[in-house]
């Protein structure tokens, strides 16, 4: 989501990730005029568009670790019905994330008794 500052006009002049005072205005990324400042933005700081995506991806994953988790409590999905390497990399990276936040989950797969498990875990 990108937050906008417009001036006095209305006009939208700089945006940002994240709401504040100055920027409280909800916009698109393809609206013409913040294209315009986001193209601005990415050559003054000579950042590429693959640049940001690779840092976000991290985050991307732990959204959708939350969310499968989600759905699987809801029972919307069933874990098991992800593929087998999915299955891996997700109970994986779980642990973890629960080592580092040091939670207990020992009650976690162990990955080595896993059929084929050949594949790094994370």
Do not use: C
Not at 4 to 15: H, L, R
Not at 92 to 120: C, F, P, T, Y
């Amino acid at each position: 989501m990108l937050y906008a500052k417009v001036n006095e006009n209305g006009e939208i002049i700089d945006v940002a990730t994240s709401q504040s005072d100055d920027y409280s205005l909800l916009v698109a990324p393809n609206e013409p005029s913040v294209a315009s400042i986001l193209e601005k933005k990415f050559t003054a700081t000579r950042t590429s568009t693959q640049e940001i995506l690779s840092e976000s991806d991290s985050e991307m994953m732990r959204i959708l670790e939350d969310l499968i988790d989600l759905l699987s409590e809801k029972r919307l999905i069933q874990f098991t019905e992800l593929p087998l390497p999915a299955q891996k990399k997700l109970l994986g990276r779980k642990w973890v994330r629960g080592v580092h936040n040091a939670q207990d989950d020992s009650l976690m797969v162990d990955a080595h008794n896993i059929e084929g498990s050949d594949d790094s875990l994370i």
